[in-house]
């Protein structure tokens, strides 16, 4: 079965400070993992993709994630955060060999950041 | 955000009344979804259209019915809803690759807030 965690309902950290938003997966083959972010009042935005390749993904607004197989883990993280990254942010998965759209997204993490 | 657009961005509706939630995408892509966000829950997959034909139905009660009349648009018709139906419905389109190479994004539009009352 797939599955998706996100291990922290909420994340606090100071403007300026690196932050990190946590995600484990469970898929039966090779997983596609997506990052996504929801602003107050608005639909998900697309942050980020691992898909082959660099372990390491750069996606928008300074976001990168690093893939880890042996621990399942796709990490969120910014070297230094900004008040206007407050949100909360969705990590999701798909099996490669998967039926079309069949994304598992976990329950979110809302990531406040204090100036 | 203009690529997937949804209307209306908030609805207040009766258990006995009967609406529609209209999505549309300006991407050029050939799959479409509804999906439902309920607080502290995670994203429910409702439906899916490819090529405007249904190609997943997860278990979602007959009161919530989708209609794909081409692959621009997609409408969710509702009908005597219950007041644990409220929720944010999100829309997502996508180009559907061919099968080795399902890499594929999903583009969500803003969602309409429905209330039950």
């Known amino acids: 079965a797939q599955s998706v965690a996100q291990p922290e309902d909420q994340v606090n950290v100071a403007e300026g400070n690196p932050l990190t938003v946590k995600c484990t997966y469970s898929?039966?083959?090779?997983?596609?993992l997506f990052w996504y972010v929801q602003y107050p009042n608005r639909g998900l935005q697309f942050l980020l993709k691992?898909?082959?390749?660099?372990?390491l993904v750069k996606g928008s607004y300074g976001f990168e994630a690093e893939f880890n197989k042996s621990q399942t883990s796709f990490h969120l993280k910014k070297p230094s955060a900004l008040v206007s990254d407050s949100a909360l942010y969705f990590c999701?998965?798909?099996?490669?060999?998967?039926?079309?759209?069949?994304?598992?997204f976990g329950r979110g993490t809302q990531l406040t950041v204090w100036p | 955000e203009t690529g997937v657009t949804q209307t209306p961005r908030h609805l207040v509706m009766g258990m006995t009344n009967k609406k529609s939630l209209k999505c549309e995408q300006h991407?050029?892509?050939?799959?479409m979804y509804w999906y439902k966000q309920s607080a502290k829950k995670p994203l429910e997959l409702m439906f899916v259209?490819?090529?405007?034909?249904?190609?997943e139905n997860n278990s979602v009660p007959s009161r919530f019915s989708p209609e794909c009349p081409n692959s621009s648009h997609l409408f969710l018709h509702l009908h005597t809803l219950q007041p644990e139906d409220s929720a944010l419905y999100l829309c997502?389109?996508?180009?559907?690759?061919?099968?080795?190479?399902?890499?594929?994004?999903?583009?969500f539009g803003p969602g309409t807030r429905l209330t039950v009352l």
């Open positions: 691992y898909i082959t390749g660099d372990n």
């Open positions: 999701a998965v798909r099996d490669r060999g998967s039926t079309l759209g069949r994304l598992y």
């Open positions: 991407l050029g892509h050939n799959a």
């Open positions: 997502a389109s996508s180009q559907d690759p061919p099968l080795r190479e399902r890499t594929d994004t999903q583009y």
């Open positions: 898929v039966s083959g090779n997983p596609y």
């Open positions: 259209y490819s090529l405007e034909e249904r190609v």
